[in-house]
């Protein structure tokens, strides 16, 4: 049994594997393989383990019905189409739990960053600009006892407002389809109209997955909802908000600040082209002062990256015996196996 993975993953991945007697194959190269190399590869190997989910869509999986089993070294899974692996029978894994506290730590970053402001007086230090400074100039505002508006109140917005309410006494508004009873007991969140989020909240969060409900969901007419005074933060995806009216409604001040730890494209450029990392410098959220933007980072530590490549290897281990998967996206598949 082979299984074909398309980038480097953490060392206790291929160390399970090897364990576990599977040969593999690893794509070490820059530039990232395209689609077609990476379907020719499919076609020699039992399995793909696919870190990030592009081309991952009805015809690769016309063209790779034989895998057994793809799993994928993210939690989400916007990018795969799932009834299409569902149809040919492929079951899909993904890394469910083990990035909730590493995003919500990233989603805390970029709240406090653009708060504080602390990237641009950074910059500001290194372009030799520290001068004096006035008790009156270029002040941050508290985030303790606040308001954060959660969108999406699930496992990774849960780890936010646990640490938001225990620490800095943060209020929590959430929008959720349903009602999280546990949050409400646990740190008194409480469920509201979207508008009533929005009008409200110092901090709007999103911790939402991206689907055709969520997509483009924040656009200009959403940020002048917001307080002028408000940040708007995105650890989930960037197709949930609309890049071009959150830069207008930055340019504008029509909202205080930004922090993004995802952008629409990734990575952010005009010039994006399959086989190529683009550069990044041709976006004017880059050039605010208001704006804080990082390169999707939100599961990127040492714990979190080992943790996800097990659960992925896991899934790749029980797919290729024909057992359920221990971390599913379409189980469906694995009963009728
Ligand atoms: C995920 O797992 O979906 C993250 O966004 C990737 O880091």
Redesign the pocket.
Known sequence: MKVFINKIIPEIGFKLLEEAGIQYTVWKEKPILDRGQAIQFCKGHDAFLSVGQAGLDADFFKECKHLKVVALH???FDGVDIKAATANGIPIGN?PNV?NKATAETALLLMLTVARKALFLHNKIKKGQWGVSQPTQDLGFDLAGKTLGIVGLGRIGTELAKICTRSWGMKILYHNRSANAQAEKEFGAKLVSMDELLTSSDVVSVHTALTSETKGMFGMEQFKKMKSSAIFINTARGGVHKEDELIEALKKQVIWGAGLDVTNPEPMSKFLTANSIASSKDNSLLEMDNAVVFP?I??ATKETRDK?STCAVENIIAGLNGDPLPYPVNPEVQQGR
């Open positions: 993210s939690v989400g890394t990035l999707h939100g599961s996800m």
